[in-house]
């Protein structure tokens, strides 16, 4: 069974760049049938999908967030990251991974798939 874990720092101060990795266990992202996802839901607020990575290592972003997003891919650790540039007060969000497949390869919503990360809660504050 799968089970993928979020880590990274929980504070994050304006004008830096969020970082939050992935770890997968139970499949390898190395797969040519999954999708791996990164979204968040801030607070008072519905999910936001933010972009994924595939097993080709090309990555979809949500054009909501312009240019300061980043996911890319550790095979050798089994983890994928996000990156996420400039961060401000508004990208204060719990952060979740998400496991898509070809099927669903963009995970939108809690029933799209049912393997998820716990969540992180970031939050942005100087």
């Known amino acids: 069974q799968v089970r993928l874990q979020e880590s990274g720092p929980d504070l994050v101060k304006p004008s830096q760049t969020l970082s939050l990795t992935c770890t997968v266990s139970?499949?390898?992202?190395?797969?040519?049938?999954?999708?791996w996802n990164w979204l968040r839901q801030p607070p008072g607020k519905g999910l936001e999908w933010i972009g994924l990575?595939?097993?080709?290592?090309?990555?979809v972003y949500n054009p909501a967030l312009g240019s300061r997003t980043s996911i890319s891919r550790d095979t050798s650790n089994n983890q994928f990251t996000l990156q996420l540039t400039a961060a401000t007060p508004e990208d204060t969000a719990v952060y979740y991974c998400a496991r898509g497949n070809v099927l669903t390869p963009i995970v939108r919503k809690r029933n799209d798939t049912g393997d998820w990360g716990q969540g992180i809660q970031v939050t942005v504050a100087s």
């Open positions: 990575v595939g097993y080709t290592d090309n990555a």
């Open positions: 139970g499949e390898s992202i190395a797969s040519n049938y999954y999708y």
